[in-house]
């Protein structure tokens, strides 16, 4: 019997579902969406912060429980936690799904160009706002 999947929004370098895919993990039913509220901020990675203006752009996929354990178990991701996130789908609706994010956001002189050059294009593939 296979796991049940979690719906998760993903807004970093995990919203690649080739990425996600070369980790071993099988992300199902892809959808285009963004969450209202909140603000892409990058630092050494990317993290949302709440900004009443703003709008974060994603992916919401279901991935299993042991799925997002094994991505945020991993080495650089351990400060991540879960919150829920309502995100409005691009194809309309609106879903709840589990959001991963650092609980303090990275200091204004903290940056990683590589990371966010990688992530701009993601951006730019997925037809997302840069």
Known sequence: MSERGIDAFFYGLFMDQTLLKS???KPQYPRAGSVPGHALR???????VADSQARAYGMVMALTQDELRQLYGAPGLLDYQPETVSVELTDGGTVAALCYT???APAPEEANPDYA??????????GFPT
């Open 23 to 25: 980790l071993g993990i």
């Open 42 to 48: 990058i630092g050494q990675r990317a993290t949302l």
């Open 102 to 104: 650092l609980h303090q």
């Open 117 to 126: 050059r990688r992530l701009r294009e993601v951006f730019r593939q997925l």
